[in-house]
């Protein structure tokens, strides 16, 4: 998505960078009180209370319903909360949002093998979607061919939708999803719109599929047919991308999620850069951010990090660290490492030790990157996962430490799935901070004894042990999931503190813990998704706690997730979620 006027847009983001002004004093008379309420804070200096006064957009006063009530003027908005539990708006650590805005009008077909489960998706699809829009889904069927392929399984043909209950769930949209083995289905507004009939020939090395006996056609695509009708969707637009973001932005403040770390990108400086691969592939186009608060629709604050790759850049378009404003912020830079890379091969597959990411050019180029980037005085944060990986990095790490000026870092390893114990220590050394997402544990379960074997099994997504070695730990959801749609994480805070305490599915008995002596506390996962991430972003003195003066970004849930048993915390409600001092979302 490209930005009107560059030129003026760059200029106004250096100013913007440069001279980011402090936040206004509250005004005296509060717009919103929040009374009867059971508060935690996330201030250690006054971690309860039971109402809270909003002026404008910061928190003006929290104290009891007696104090607070006295500050009501005519124009205060007052909730009574009936005892419901307050918390700090959450944090996410991890997202790719313009993923998110993208799969809006895409239905999950990996794990489809039959068609009611296709055809609820598709209403629920049909649903949310503007009418005459197109709906779009990938890989239809893949999950039970991979799993018909690993049981040798050689007579497993994937299931035909029926192109009647196609078009009864969808009569206002056209579509057109794809198969896992590259066959399309179209239904009949789409083949409207193309022009296409039972009359049309095929097309060279395709076939528009027709019934044998009534010669109508079925909706299957195959070969060049679907390629084809692939080329006639609509380019993408900022019209589109404004559609999905807006309905992502609501999803998020849903959830009581007032402000995310982004996986984001500067379409501008992008388009100035020579790659040897996609190195900005699942990077939001930070214009969606910039398109949504000029037009007063932002509703969740996002601190961005930009790929590392083009850290040389950042300066001449005014990019410094910690420079933006309370909505939208920049100082971190993102690298991506490995996929797994193991110091010993997996159990399961001998000749198998994971590798280093396609992103980097060769691990010395990442090295200067990461180096060079802390020069600037830029926080770094990597996407890193397997042993050998966090070995790298941290020797990565450490050398940018004794190469450059001391300084407060904030060195940041994204997943941290399995750091050997050393690797642990340092980075509790270098005051290094963790961002986890739960919900990979859960994924990883079924398959993690068999690749590492017992010993390294048992050291895997060691949450306890990097706290206990004074590595601060975030939480976050990775939202939407893997860019290909093959996993979905849970957006829900809620879901991610439950498998962040518990170590096991939503359901599963106790006695499917994994290795529960590294879990969080409540107490703990509370604060890693509200102020250790206003701390990892160096936002700490303007939000992540109900603190006097900080930002007014509040969620509400119906019950206390510090007092109720741990298998209850998913239940629990978002009642209401407030931004910027007013009630974007209200259950």
Known sequence: MRVANTAWWLAALALNCALASPAPA??????????????WTEDEAHPTAHALAIAGNRIAKVGSDAEIMKLAGPQTRVL????????????????????????????????????????DRLRTAAREIPADMWITGFDLGAAAAA???????????????????????????????????????????GFELARVDKTTPDPPNGEYQKDPHTGEL??????????????????????????GARAMMHELNRYGITSIHDISRIDEISQTELYHTDVERSFTNLAIFKDLRARGEMTVRVYSM????????????????????????????KLLLDSMYMSKPFANNPDWAGVLSFRIADAEDAHRDIVGADALGFDTATHVTGDRGHRMLLDWYEDAIRVNPARDRRFRLIHAWYPARAEIERAGRI?????????????????????????????????RTMIEQGVRITLGSDWPGSFDRNSVFPLNPLENIYYAVAREPLGAGSDQRFHIEQALTVDEAIRAYTLAGAFASREDAIKGSLTEGKLADVVVLSRNLRKIPLREVPAAKVLYTIFD???VYEN
């Open 218 to 243: 079925t909706g299957l695509l195959i070969g060049s047919a679907g390629v084809r009708m692939s080329q006639i969707l609509p380019p993408p637009s900022v019209a589109r991308e404004r559609i």
């Open 26 to 39: 509250p005004t005296p008379t509060p717009t919103l009180i929040l009374r009867n309420a059971d508060i």
């Open 431 to 463: 005051h290094a901070i963790a961002d986890i997402q739960p919900s990979q544990l859960i994924q990883e379960l079924p398959h993690l004894l068999e690749q590492l074997g017992p010993e390294r099994a048992a050291f895997a997504f060691p949450w």
């Open 581 to 583: 001092g007013r009630v």
């Open 306 to 333: 930009l790929p590392l790759a083009a850290w040389k850049a950042y300066p001449q378009y005014g990019i410094t660290p910690g420079c933006g404003d309370e909505m939208i912020r920049y100082g971190t830079l």
């Open 80 to 119: 009574d909360l009936h005892g419901a539990f307050v918390l700090p708006g959450f944090i996410d650590t991890h997202t790719h949002f313009g993923n998110a805005a993208e799969s809006f009008f895409e239905v999950r077909l990996v794990d489809v093998a039959a068609e009611p489960l296709l055809l």
């Open 147 to 189: 799993h018909a392929h690993r049981h040798g399984d050689a007579d497993f043909e994937p299931f035909v939708p029926s192109l009647a209950e196609v078009d009864r769930v969808t009569p206002r949209h056209p579509l057109l999803l794809r198969r896992y083995d590259g066959a399309y289905f179209m239904n009949s507004r």
